[in-house]
């Protein structure tokens, strides 16, 4: 993979790919006492002693896997670690995990001291393809999802496709469900591949995920370029995020994963996108079939499944869902924000959707098997 710059004038990174993990050892001049690894606790199980051959200068904090750690308790327990080891303005971090860790990390290195250099390195599909690039950090309060957070650049983001071998199955679903996403709002011909490639997920892939990380990375780097605060089109990769952190807020961030939920919400963006006459039922159909193709859910019945503990939803949890909508970051002026679909790689800039429509598009996606 080419390295794909992320433009922003002093601020300008590379997102590059390494073949190996031990490659990183060339990536990192050693200065002892410089750099603080936050390490995710499965990835420390299955790579940390890799990680710490390549960084031997580095010094490593384990953080617990899970959306738990993405919290104003763990924030405060690791910045007292870091102050304890030593850390200071000179310091930099590092982020060895999936989106929780990342943006932990990143969160913290915006306010640690005032704010220190990190650097990203990606361990999960979804983290490569989305989370560990655009400098987007945050952490969860229990009134909703990225509630608290800053936009701190990373300094580099180190893509390594190795890391994928040790992936469950699941987690690379996720991964692709954001790449789905990205190619959906912004590049058709992204959407052709994912369509035209043969894909087998029992076969884990490293290749084919890398190429798809590749391409959702150069789309999101050029976003993130033109517009590095969401004023306008970054708004764009929010598609299907609305009704995701609904229910990720509804089933109190247990079970339901990030990638699974955002699925599900692009399923109801592309329905909502088709009944308010932007979006064609063939594009509405492609949509379905490539969330099929990528083992995706796509509809509220995923959230019944025993095995993921959820419970039904029912036409009277619908408010709710409305409710939780609501506290969405992106709403202003009490309307529910959406990002909708012209076709299939266009966006259309978030608009207000009436809660009439909303609670009448939420009843049609109930009845989809
Ligand atoms: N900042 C952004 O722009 C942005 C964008 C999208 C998502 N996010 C955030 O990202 C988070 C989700 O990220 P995620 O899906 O990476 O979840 P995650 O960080 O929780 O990782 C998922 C699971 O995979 C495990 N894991 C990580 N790397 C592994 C590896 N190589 N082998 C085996 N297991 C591994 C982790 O321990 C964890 O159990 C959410 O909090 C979401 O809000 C942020």
Redesign the pocket.
């Known amino acids: 993979m080419q390295p794909i710059p992320v433009r922003l004038g002093t601020r300008s990174y590379l997102v590059r790919a390494l073949r190996t993990i031990a490659d990183l050892s060339k990536e990192f001049d050693a200065k002892p006492g410089r750099d603080f690894a936050l390490i995710?606790?499965?990835?420390d199980k299955?790579?940390g002693e890799t990680l710490r051959k390549a960084l031997p200068h580095a010094h490593f904090f384990r953080i617990a896997?899970?959306?738990k750690s993405?919290s104003f308790m763990s924030l405060e327990k690791t910045a007292n670690a870091l102050v304890d080891a030593g850390a200071t303005r000179a310091s930099r971090l590092v982020a060895i995990?999936?989106?929780?860790?990342?943006?932990l990390t990143g969160f913290l290195a915006g306010v640690f001291m005032r704010g220190i250099p990190f650097i990203q390195i990606p361990?999960?599909l979804?983290?490569m393809v989305?989370?560990s690039v655009?400098g987007?950090?945050?952490v969860n309060l229990k009134s909703g999802?990225?509630l608290v957070g800053v936009f701190h650049q990373p300094q580099a983001v180190f893509v390594i496709p190795e890391?994928?071998q040790?992936?469950?199955v699941r987690?690379v679903r996720?991964g692709l469900s954001?790449a789905v996403k990205t190619a959906l709002i912004q590049d058709a011909s992204m959407v052709g591949f994912l369509e035209k490639e043969t894909y087998n997920e029992e076969r884990l892939d490293t290749n084919f995920l890398a190429k798809v990380a590749h391409q959702s990375i150069r789309i999101k780097a050029k976003i993130v370029s033109k517009d590095e605060k969401e004023q306008n089109i970054r708004a764009f990769l929010n598609f299907g995020h609305t009704l995701a952190h609904a229910l990720e807020a509804l089933t109190e961030y247990k079970g339901l994963?990030?990638?699974e939920a955002v699925a599900i919400g692009m399923r109801f963006a592309a329905l909502l996108s088709r009944r308010m006459g932007y979006l064609s039922l063939s594009d509405e159909t492609r949509i379905q079939n490539l969330l099929q193709k990528y083992t995706l859910p796509q509809s509220f019945q995923f959230l019944q499944q025993k095995r993921h503990g959820f419970t039904r939803i029912n036409p009277t949890m619908l408010t709710k869902l409305i409710r939780l909508m609501h506290a969405d970051k992106k709403n202003d002026n009490n309307a529910i924000k959406y990002v909708l679909l012209d076709k299939v790689g266009r966006a259309r800039l978030p608009q207000g959707i009436e809660e009439k429509e909303l609670l009448a598009s939420l009843k049609e996606f109930l009845t989809l098997a």
């Open positions: 995710d606790s499965n990835v299955l790579h896997s899970g959306e993405k995990g999936g989106g929780v860790v990342g943006d361990t999960t979804l983290a989305d989370s655009g987007k950090t945050a999802k990225n890391f994928l040790t992936l469950p987690e996720c954001e994963l990030h990638g």
